[in-house]
Structure formats: C-alpha cells, structure tokens
C-alpha cells in the first residue's frame, strides 16, 4: 500500500479517536467528513447560486429574515449566558483555563454551550443562502464566505477536543457581540423605516474588531505561559483571529474612512 495512503488513513484514525469521549456521540462531532460535506456544499452554492438567479428576481424574504434574524439573538443570547454561567459558577481563570474533561454538571454545561456554538456557526451559513436568493451578491466578499467557511471548521475542532477551557471567552464574547449584530440584521428586515434607528451599524464593526483585538492578547498570552491548554490550538486561534483582523480592518477603512478621505 502507498505509504502516503497510509499515513493518511493513520491520521484520519487519530482524528477519530483521539476527541472528547463526552462530545462525540454529538451531532457532527466524531468525524469530520460531515463537516466537510456542509463546507463543500456551502461552496458549490455560492459557484452555482448567483448563475441560478441570474435571469430570475429576487425573493422576498422578509418574513424569513424577520424571524431568522430574531430567533439569532435569542440563540445568541442564550449562549452568552450560559457561557459566562458555567465559566463564573466553575470559577474560570481569564488567564489559563484548562479544560475539564470529566462528565461533573458543570463540566457537561460547558461542553454543551461549546457544542450549540459550534452548531450556531453551521445555521449562520443561512446569511450567505439569504444574500444570494436576494440577488445581493456584493455581499458575497471574500471576508464574509471566508469567515462563515472557516468557523465551522474552528468550532468543529474546538467541540471535538477542547469542549471548554480558555476557548470559552472566544464563545462568551462572540456571542454576546453577535446579540448586538442579528438585533441590528433584525431591525433593518423590518423594513426601510427602521433605517433612522440603524445609524449605529459603524460601531457595530468597530465591536467586531475589539472583540478580535481581545482575543489576539487572551491567546498571545496563553501561547507564552505554561498553561495546561494545547500550544497547537492557541497558535491556531491566534493566526485566524490577526486574518479577521487584517479582513474586518480593511473592511472599515472601505467602508467608512475611505469614503469620509473622498468628501473632504
């Protein structure tokens, strides 16, 4: 047999293997083949989406944004608390966090909150479906498709080997910062009479990016101190939040300081 086959089928049994006992039995958790197949499928709707609207109008998806966008921030708000809940009754240190790998109810409430994250981000791959059957395909950047492909994959490895520990703060903020994000979604579905409430979209960006610079120092830290948290897993975060950085700071600069340069 060709040992790169070989090597490759060795890695793909420690992928499976070597989780989180408690978390594989878990929907989309134990292999990442489903993973892949949604990531996969994801990308093939964006090839063929726009080409299949092409000659068609727009639909409407008021009703659908209305209720998606709302049903997001109670998810989302559901995930903050019990992220901060599990994080401050298990008494979390905000400086090294190891991950509690028992089965104790406080040690499951974390791991739950991880998995639902980590689903979140799958469900949240229904921005993009929503941009394209309304015909708005200036929203399909780069930053958008890259951040919702990647975070499934993120999540995915997070819930599969680390269902807890220092990533909670990731989950904690983002949640909270995604609250902020769908109310906004959800108040301009409402339609064009909410605009003159919506004039906060600006710092709404600018809460993306402190939650990213927030993140980057949590994980730098946690990456030169002898913490019982994977080295791997914290260089991992830490390249992809500096990228989200990089991305949501040009998107800023595009979106509203460029423009400001052009009028004065």
């Not at 964006?46 to 998810?75: D, H, Q, T």
């Amino acid at each position: 047999m060709d040992p790169v086959w070989q090597k490759m089928q060795s890695f793909f049994r420690w992928v499976l293997e070597n989780g989180d006992k408690r978390t594989d039995p878990w929907l989309l958790v134990y292999s990442p083949v489903p993973v892949a197949t949604i990531f996969l499928f994801y990308l093939f709707l964006i090839w063929v989406g726009p080409k299949f609207m092409r000659n068609r109008e727009p639909v409407n998806l008021k009703a659908v944004l209305i209720i998606y966008n709302f049903s997001m921030v109670c998810l989302s708000a559901y995930m903050f608390y019990e992220f901060l809940m599990s994080s401050w009754l298990a008494k979390y240190s905000l400086l090294c966090q190891p991950v509690d790998y028992s089965t104790s109810p406080l040690a499951m409430r974390m791991a739950k909150v991880c998995w639902w994250f980590f689903f979140s981000k799958v469900i949240e791959l229904s921005d993009t479906m929503f941009f394209i059957l309304r015909k708005k395909n200036n929203q399909l950047t780069f930053l958008h498709i890259y951040h919702h492909a990647t975070m499934i994959f993120n999540w995915w490895a997070g819930v599969k080997y680390v269902a807890g520990g220092q990533s909670f703060l990731i989950g904690m903020i983002n949640s909270f910062v995604h609250v902020i994000m769908y109310l906004y979604y959800g108040l301009a579905a409402l339609g064009p009479h909410m605009q003159r409430f919506l004039w906060w979209k600006r710092y709404l960006t600018t809460l993306q990016l402190v939650q990213f610079f927030i993140l980057s120092i949590h994980t730098a830290y946690n990456l030169f101190t002898d913490c019982d948290f994977p080295d791997a897993m914290n260089a991992v975060v830490f390249a992809y939040v500096v990228s989200l950085i990089l991305l949501f700071s040009n998107f800023y600069y595009r979106s509203y300081l460029s423009k400001k340069i052009k009028t004065t």
